[in-house]
């Protein structure tokens, strides 16, 4: 928009989604004939089930785009989403341009105390449906964020016979959406979700080439090295295990794995991988 050397544009957008769906299932017995196919020549009610689901998403996004001289670029980009999968409280959040992303992929109504068809429920000797609650609800959930820090070089020397790039990373995941377990007493419902968890991956990749000339041959040879380290660096707190003396000087053996950790062969457990096979 500036003559010269100084060009710089903007962008700014809007998208809204939604989905709403509704479901109707209906069964009935005693087909009198094979070729009497409607519900009317159904002699036995069976069942009839249905349910309706909505959801709704809301972005602002916009970018910044600054270039000196054709040769210089500063860009900046910003997003601003909205998920009706949390409460109005904690609805919205802030994306920025250094790496930083959203997740919201829960359940549609994970912070609402909600009801749903319960066991039957005997009464005078029959069983009657019941309605009930049948999951713990959270109020308080939030966006799942992901940040992504990353510093990399490449370069070329040699006449651009030897080229490369170095890049190191730390990718943050922070209020991880999971759903802890849940005390045997309470095996009747299902845990309600949290912002419980932090896992970081830190690593480094190289990459390295060689491209030369043997006479009229081109050739060109690549490898690659990579190194990652995954830790879930904020859980349900530390793993404590060992023997203990107790006051009358025998021993005795205490972990509180189940208490700091979720999972059976593969778990997830601060200061270690996540899912990592237990032993």
Same mark, same amino acid.
């Given at each position: 928009?500036?003559?010269?050397?100084?060009?710089?544009?903007?962008?700014?957008?809007?998208?809204?989604?939604?989905?709403?769906?509704?479901?109707?299932?209906?069964?009935?017995?005693?087909? !009198?004939?094979?070729?009497?196919?409607?519900?009317?020549?159904?002699?036995?009610?069976?069942?009839?089930?249905?349910?309706?689901?909505?959801?709704?998403?809301?972005?602002?996004?916009?970018?910044?785009?600054?270039?000196?001289?054709?040769?210089?670029?500063?860009?900046?980009?910003?997003?601003?989403?909205?998920?009706?999968?949390?409460?109005?409280?904690?609805?919205?959040?802030?994306?920025?341009?250094?790496?930083?992303?959203?997740?919201?992929?829960?359940?549609?109504?994970?912070?609402?105390?909600?009801?749903?068809?319960?066991?039957?429920?005997?009464?005078?000797?029959?069983?009657?449906?019941?309605?009930?609650?049948?999951?713990?609800?959270?109020?308080?959930?939030?966006?799942?964020?992901?940040?992504?820090?990353?510093?990399?070089?490449?370069?070329?020397?040699?006449?651009?016979?030897?080229?490369?790039?170095?890049?190191?990373?730390?990718? !943050?995941?922070?209020? =991880?959406?999971?759903?802890?377990?849940?005390?045997?007493?309470?095996?009747?419902?299902?845990?309600?979700?949290?912002?419980?968890?932090?896992?970081?991956?830190?690593?480094?990749?190289?990459? !390295?080439?060689?491209?030369?000339? =043997?006479?009229?041959?081109?050739?060109?040879?690549?490898?690659?090295?990579?190194?990652?380290?995954?830790?879930?660096?904020?859980?349900?707190?530390?793993?404590?295990?060992?023997?203990?003396?107790?006051?009358?000087?025998?021993?005795?053996?205490?972990?509180?794995?189940?208490?700091?950790?979720?999972?059976?062969?593969?778990?997830? !457990?601060?200061?270690?991988?996540?899912?990592?096979?237990?032993?």
């Amino acid at each position: 928009i500036f003559k010269g050397k100084h060009d710089v544009a903007a962008l700014v957008g809007y998208e809204e989604f939604r989905k709403w769906a509704r479901t109707t299932d209906i069964s009935k017995k005693g087909m !009198l004939d094979t070729s009497l196919t409607d519900f009317d020549a159904l002699t036995e009610p069976d069942y009839i089930d249905g349910s309706t689901t909505e959801f709704s998403s809301r972005s602002i996004f916009g970018r910044v785009t600054y270039t000196y001289d054709s040769r210089y670029l500063f860009e900046a980009n910003v997003r601003y989403d909205g998920s009706s999968r949390f409460s109005p409280e904690n609805r919205w959040g802030i994306f920025p341009s250094w790496g930083r992303l959203g997740n919201n992929s829960i359940g549609n109504y994970e912070w609402q105390a909600v009801y749903a068809t319960a066991p039957h429920y005997a009464f005078g000797n029959k069983e009657v449906p019941g309605l009930g609650m049948g999951s713990f609800s959270n109020y308080n959930l939030e966006w799942e964020t992901t940040t992504v820090t990353n510093l990399g070089i490449d370069f070329s020397m040699l006449k651009n016979r030897l080229s490369g790039t170095v890049e190191v990373y730390n990718k !943050l995941t922070d209020g =991880i959406l999971y759903n802890p377990t849940l005390s045997p007493t309470l095996s009747g419902f299902s845990s309600p979700r949290q912002n419980i968890a932090e896992v970081t991956n830190k690593g480094l990749e190289i990459t !390295l080439g060689w491209n030369d000339r =043997i006479g009229s041959v081109s050739y060109g040879i690549s490898g690659n090295f990579s190194y990652n380290k995954n830790e879930v660096t904020k859980y349900k707190g530390e793993l404590v295990r060992g023997w203990q003396q107790n006051a009358d000087g025998s021993s005795t053996y205490y972990t509180n794995l189940g208490e700091v950790s979720t999972g059976d062969l593969q778990r997830v !457990l601060e200061g270690h991988m996540i899912n990592e096979f237990y032993v």
